[in-house]
T-cell receptor, first 112, second 111 residues
Framework: GAGVSQSPSNKVTEKGKDVELRCDPISGHTALYWYRQSLGQGLEFLIYFQGNSAPDKSGLPSDRFSAERTGGSVSTLTIQRTQQEDSAVYLC??????????FGAGTRLSVL | DQQVKQNSPSLSVQEGRISILNCDYTNSMFDYFLWYKKYPAEGPTFLISISSIKDKNEDGRFTVFLNKSAKHLSLHIVPSQPGDSAVYFCAASVRDDKIIFGKGTRLHILP
């Protein structure tokens, strides 16, 4: 079946604008993660959804960041009033019970 | 506080030789460890994993070693091939909780 799909693949926006990044996980996967990889940095955990449990938002860097997962499937990461330091590749991953995550190709966000 | 540390940002190895990538962790509750490989413009892909009840897991050219007393794991690739040039991420988790990644090591395989 299809892997994890992320859209858009690239997004260029102006400072101060809001952006929405979308993730379609693998069908049936119960857990969904968002990560951020800034230039030269590792994978920074942002948020984690597991089934119907309350999401783990401990990695969100500020209240400008939010995410939701509708119907236990598609997830949207929203960044309000974008700043230049938000420029990064945003990666989504999903997993069924167990530890192996399957990643999408990411969304490259550039804030001018 | 960085719970999973990859202290070498990059590593260069001659083709055909052994590549050894290292990872240290601080949380003694971690019970599952994984290695991921990432090519440019692609998402990371799972490579190999090991449970804390084992000290070695081998899959073809890839072997992961776990030293729980030292809170250290390593990934051995032998023989190294040009296609192994990528960024390698070490990751760890406690039971089914979220997975924590290291910052990655960029491996260059030299011809």
């Amino acid at each position: 079946g299809a892997g994890v799909s992320q859209s858009p693949s690239n997004k260029v926006t102006e400072k101060g604008k809001d952006v929405e990044l979308r993730c379609d996980p693998i069908s049936g996967h119960t857990a969904l993660y968002w990560y951020r990889q800034s230039l030269g940095q590792g994978l920074e955990f942002l948020i984690y959804f597991q089934g119907n449990s309350a999401p783990d938002k401990s990695g969100l860097p500020s209240d400008r960041f939010s995410a939701e997962r509708t119907g236990g499937s598609v997830s949207t990461l929203t960044i309000q009033r974008t700043q230049q330091e938000d420029s990064a590749v945003y990666l989504c991953a999903s997993t069924s019970w167990g530890h192996i995550q399957y990643f999408g190709a990411g969304t490259r966000l550039s804030v001018l | 506080d960085q719970q999973v540390k990859q202290n070498s940002p990059s590593l260069s190895v001659q083709e055909g030789r052994i590549s050894i990538l290292n990872c240290d962790y601080t949380n003694s509750m971690f019970d599952y460890f994984l290695w991921y490989k990432k090519y440019p413009a692609e998402g990371p892909t799972f490579l190999i994993s090991i449970s804390s009840i084992k000290d070695k897991n081998e899959d073809g050219r890839f072997t992961v070693f776990l030293n729980k007393s030292a809170k250290h794991l390593s990934l051995h690739i032998v023989p190294s091939q040009p296609g192994d040039s990528a960024v390698y991420f070490c990751a760890a988790s406690v039971r089914d909780d979220k997975i924590i990644f290291g910052k990655g090591t960029r491996l260059h395989i030299l011809p």
